[in-house]
């Protein structure tokens, strides 16, 4: 009989442990995780700080005029709230920032491009220009936002579910790095 209760007593404590350490998992930090929507590459970074968070989705967008161009929305700080296993993101839109990061120009503007290279910085500030007006719309449409349920939280891996089930494998990343 006392073995049976020092069993008992054994798992409570590690049951205890185990549902303890889980709680105690942070998801502070800054998780990466890329995706294809549509055929088009889309990459999310989630920057966490005691319930702060900066949202950054990147995406290519694919322009025939112009080339593919790959824009970034970022959030500003907002609220992450976390209860219950569930991680709640919600960034305000009308404070969103787009960047446009990066154009694999169609051959026209490579060329000219090359013969100038001052015109490069000339057309990726037309280009943001052009994109500004709509950028609440797609920071609506894009940005990573929602309600998910944390599946597993370590210190180098954050998976989440969304409310059809469908889990995301965020990797943790130093963005010091450079990576």
Not at 112 to 120: F, L, M, R, Y
Not at 145 to 170: N, P, R, Y
């Amino acid at each position: 009989m006392k073995t049976r209760n020092l069993i008992r007593t054994l798992f409570t404590a590690i049951t205890l442990f185990v549902a303890t350490s889980m709680n105690a998992q942070s998801i502070d930090g800054c998780w990466d995780y890329e995706t294809k929507i549509e055929g088009q590459h889309v990459g999310i970074r989630l920057v966490i700080e005691n319930g702060q968070g900066i949202i950054l989705t990147a995406a290519e967008i694919p322009n025939e005029k112009v080339g593919a161009v790959t824009i970034a929305l970022i959030s500003a700080p907002t609220p992450i709230k976390v209860a219950n296993n569930k991680v709640e993101i919600d960034p305000d839109p009308k404070k969103v920032t787009l960047k446009v990061t990066e154009v694999d120009w169609v051959a026209p503007f490579k060329a000219a491009i090359k013969d100038d290279p001052s015109v490069e910085e000339k057309l990726l500030e037309e280009i943001e220009k052009g994109l500004q007006a709509g950028t609440a719309q797609m920071a609506e449409d894009m940005m990573f936002s929602g309600e998910f349920t944390i599946a597993k939280c370590t210190k180098t891996q954050l998976i989440l579910k969304d409310e059809d089930g469908e889990q995301m494998v965020f990797v943790k990343s130093d963005p010091d790095s450079g990576k």
